[in-house]
Every structure is written in C-alpha cells, then in structure tokens.
C-alpha cells in the first residue's frame, strides 16, 4: 500500500498475498460482526490447507462453513463447534484437525500475539486434556499451565465504520474477537458498512487504530441472525 489510504476497491486487492498453507485469523463471535463477503472470496479464491483461528466455524452454509464445505480449512483452532454439523463431523471423522481452546485462553493467545507476548501462564484448563504437554508451574499454590500466543498470516476483521487511515469503529457486540484478531496478524484486513473521510470519526470512539490495519474494503452484508428469539422459552434458527 502507498501512503496512509489503505482503501481498496476489490476483494481481489484485499486478499492479494494470500496463499495455501496460511495462518488465517477470522473475527466474529457466532454469526455476529464475521467478516461475511472476505470469507466468501478466500471460497472463491480456492486457497486449501489453511489454518483458521476464530471463536467458532460459522454455520453449514455460511460464514466459515462455507471453507468447511470447500475442504479449505486444514486445521480449525476454536473455542467450540456451535451449530455446524459439518464442523461436527469433519472433527469425529478426524478429516479436519481441530485444536479446541477455553474461549478466555484463546482470546488471550491472540491478545498476546498482537501485544508480543509470546506465551503466558493460566489456571484455566489445569487437570483436564487442554493441559496435555504443556509445561506446568505452581503460582502461590495454584497449578497453571503455559499457553503460547498465537499470530496469523491474515487477519479478516468486520467493523461498523472506518476511515481511509484504516481506524475502526465496531458496533455494539459485533466487538468481540475483531479487536483481538486486528492486531495480531502480519496482514489486516478490514471490511466495513461504510468508509468515511480522515477526520469524521471521533478520535475517542476509535476501537482499532489504522496502525494496525494495511486494507479496508466497503462492502454489503447479510447480517444473518444464528438463532432468534420469538418469545419466551422459544427460539427459532434463522434459515
């Protein structure tokens, strides 16, 4: 990229670099604030054996599910299987590798990873499996275990507002894992509902600062809604 405007006018331009065999972290939590339209390309643009670190694998048919059903994702790093069958049964079937983290320790690996800690103690997982080879020390008399940070190749972030500088605004609860993911990948891209002048976001409300973003596209989004809610004691799955 040229200068401070990271905007780029295609997604060709937003995922220019990527290539089989990388580390690809995905921001959202569910379905909520995925980065919907970059996933969709990296299905088109048929890269395989990647390594995707997200919350969850989205849903058959949508959001990361749909590199599940492209066989693109070699190894799956989460903190649990959610509504995917598929993600399901490509795990039992030992057809994809799947690394299942407590979702605390795995927003601190990627946290870690973008402040340059590269590995931490924690409580959290002590006398089960997640704590098999891991090295063990005591603490005040508590056991904790040592995690290593993790950091991606790409980061494919969704943000409600930026600028061309590449600053970022999330909206509401569409926060979750996109700061994390932001900061902690050699290449940021962010797609957003609207991309607006230097100058009109206020510098206070600023969630992710451009330093850490090389690419922003705008794009349109589906918004898919994972369960919803028709009223007490009732859900019903968003087709």
């Given at each position: 990229m040229a200068g401070l405007d990271k905007r780029v006018t295609s997604?060709?331009?937003a995922l220019a670099g990527l290539e089989d065999n990388m580390t690809v972290l995905a921001g959202g939590f569910g379905l909520c604030g995925i980065p919907e339209n970059l996933i969709d390309h990296i299905r088109q643009q048929?890269?395989?054996g990647l390594t995707?670190?997200?919350n969850n694998c989205g849903v058959d048919g949508f959001g990361l599910g749909l590199?599940?059903?492209n066989q693109q994702i070699k190894t799956m790093i989460a903190s649990y299987v959610g509504e995917?069958?598929?993600?399901?049964?490509q795990m039992l079937s030992g057809e994809l590798e799947v690394?299942?983290?407590p979702q605390g320790t795995l927003a601190e690996k990627v946290r870690a990873g973008g402040a340059g800690i590269p590995a931490f103690y924690t409580a959290t997982g002590?006398?089960?499996p997640v704590a098999e080879g891991k090295e063990?020390?005591?603490f005040d008399g508590r056991h904790y275990i040592l995690e290593q940070a993790i950091r991606g190749d790409f980061a494919i972030v969704k943000g409600w507002k930026a600028d061309w500088y590449g600053n970022v605004i999330y909206r509401h609860t569409a926060q979750n894992f996109n700061p994390l993911m932001a900061m902690a990948a050699r290449v940021t891209v962010v797609e957003v509902e609207e991309i607006v002048a230097p100058g009109e976001l206020d510098p206070a409300a600023i969630h992710t600062p451009g330093i850490y973003v090389d690419r922003v596209i705008q794009g349109n989004f589906e918004k898919r809604i994972e369960q919803r809610t028709l009223r007490a004691g009732g859900t019903d799955a968003d087709a």
């Open positions: 997604y060709q331009q048929g890269v395989k995707v670190v997200s590199l599940l059903e995917n069958a598929l993600f399901e049964q690394i299942l983290t002590y006398g089960t063990v020390r005591e």
